[in-house]
């Protein structure tokens, strides 16, 4: 099932570059997310967006943006990459329709070194 | 704001005994509430919702809004059932996902 794909899978990046995360979905799904995955945090929302060209804030929103000029693409870019960003990065979409209402499908995650 | 505690990092359990993953969430509103599980080298993906009251893969999970729990439970372990487990709490209209910290399930012979 690779509805939703994540590139790369691993990055190895050092502080201060510019990096972004690719994430890609194919069910035209309307709803996108990022999350970070950290020890003792769980997953938190880091943006999302309802529709291409709508996105907002999650709860760690900072040092991060994002876009969505097409449905099917949601890129996280780190504008300048610190080291409290190291971290497991995943993609979800969800389709607010009204069979598999609100359910998030999750991408494999990228796995983000920030040395 | 809403918040999601489940108060267990690791829970280890043997194999045939019973299991349940402790939830608790706050919120003023109707929450939809969903555990997720997360299988090693798998992607996170849908346990249970409480709309659906269904059993998947044996478990359970009850809402409970006067005690503001959603614990998931199973009556007799399995060794595929080691995992890690996310309760999640949905508010508002935009899907948006809140996640607790997750409880790391280990079942041993």
């Known amino acids: 099932d690779a509805g939703i794909t994540q590139s790369p899978r691993y990055k190895i990046t050092e502080t201060g570059r510019q990096v972004t995360l690719m994430c890609h979905q194919t069910?035209?799904?309307?709803?996108m997310f990022w999350y970070r995955q950290d020890l003792g945090h769980g997953l938190r929302l880091i943006y999302y967006?309802?529709?291409?060209?709508?996105?907002d804030k999650g709860e760690v929103p900072d040092g991060y943006v994002v876009s969505r000029s097409k449905t099917e693409n949601f890129p996280l870019t780190l504008e300048s990459a610190t080291r409290s960003q190291t971290s497991v990065y995943f993609c979800a979409s969800s389709d607010p329709g009204r069979i598999a209402k609100n359910i998030q499908y999750f991408g494999a995650g990228t796995r983000l070194s920030v040395l | 704001a809403q918040r999601v505690t489940q108060p267990e990092k690791l829970l280890s359990v043997f194999k045939g005994a019973p299991v349940e993953l402790k939830c608790n969430y706050s919120?003023?509103?109707?929450?939809?509430l969903f555990w997720y599980v997360q299988y090693s080298r798998q992607r996170l993906q849908l346990l249970l919702r409480h709309i659906s009251r269904e059993s998947i893969k044996g478990f359970t999970a009850d809402l409970n809004k006067g005690e503001t729990s959603f614990h998931l439970k199973k009556p007799f372990a399995q060794e595929e059932d080691s995992a890690m487990y996310y309760c999640?709490?949905?508010?508002?209209?935009?899907?948006?996902?809140?996640f607790g910290t997750g409880t790391r399930l280990q079942v041993t012979l």
């Open positions: 919120y003023s509103g109707s929450p939809e």
């Open positions: 069910w035209s799904h309307s709803y």
């Open positions: 967006s309802a529709a291409a060209d709508i996105t």
């Open positions: 999640a709490l949905q508010t508002g209209t935009a899907s948006k996902l809140t």
